[in-house]
């Protein structure tokens, strides 16, 4: 399943799928991008994150993409599982800024 | 290593009353942030503090919201005079010296409810 951008905020996925959530940020001078984690009644968490040098990472079952021609940033995560139903944001952070700007979020349901 | 711990986790006030957010750091974060949350949006940036200093407080509402960050004891929060619209979950992140957001850790929240 796919998002696409932060005008889809909802993503269901079946057990065992691959996921895309999407995020076009806005900021050309962003150098540092993170994806966090949200369950319900929890506070973000951490999932991944990417520098503005690199246009690929890899965590476990979790890929980042970052295409700063378009400023377009992607989280995948592979064998999508009913655990990883959560609100997803990413985040930009401009050079020098400890403060990073979040997105609107995309939900992701996973149906077992 | 306890987190960073906030409290109460859940708050009602009525229209016009005063709200305390409680925000305890990890261990060894002197680096404090407040974000608002409302329903079904991103976080929101308040406020940065460290110890005794107010360091970026551009995303405050200019009356009635106040944050400190005392020598001893948690930051604070404060709301006053509350209305209808600072009903939301205002979360705080705690970092170390130097890291930033890179070591960012957030609490759970705090979840005001104004009636």
């Known amino acids: 399943g796919e998002s696409v951008g932060l005008h889809l905020p909802t993503l269901s996925v079946q057990e065992g799928d691959n996921s895309i959530i999407n995020c076009a940020y806005s900021?050309?001078?962003?150098?540092?991008f993170i994806w966090y984690k949200q369950e319900s009644g929890k506070g973000p968490q951490f999932i991944i994150d990417?520098?503005?040098?690199?246009d690929k990472r890899q965590g476990q079952r979790v890929t980042v993409l970052l295409n700063k021609t378009v400023k377009h940033l992607s989280l995948q995560i592979a064998a999508t599982q009913p655990g990883d139903s959560a609100v997803y944001f990413c985040?930009?952070?401009?050079?020098?800024?400890?403060?990073?700007?979040f997105g609107r979020g995309t939900s992701l349901i996973v149906h077992p | 290593n306890a987190g960073v711990m906030q409290n109460p986790r859940h708050l009602v006030r009525r229209r016009g009353q005063e709200a305390r957010l409680r925000c305890s750091p990890m261990?060894?974060?002197?680096?404090v942030y407040w974000y608002r949350q409302l329903p079904e949006e991103g976080l929101k940036f308040m406020v940065y503090?460290?110890?005794?200093?107010?360091?970026?407080e551009s995303g405050m509402p200019k009356e009635r919201f106040s944050a400190e960050f005392p020598k001893e004891g948690p930051s604070i929060l404060r709301i006053q005079q509350v209305v209808r619209g600072d009903s939301a979950a205002y979360f705080c992140?705690?970092?170390?010296?130097?890291?930033?957001?890179?070591?960012?850790?957030f609490g759970s929240g705090t979840r005001l409810t104004v009636v």
């Open positions: 261990k060894g974060h002197s680096h």
């Open positions: 992140a705690s970092s170390r010296p130097g890291t930033g957001n890179y070591g960012y850790t």
């Open positions: 985040a930009e952070n401009m050079r020098g800024s400890y403060i990073p700007t």
């Open positions: 900021n050309s001078a962003s150098d540092y």
């Open positions: 503090l460290q110890k005794e200093n107010i360091i970026d």
């Open positions: 990417i520098r503005s040098n690199m």
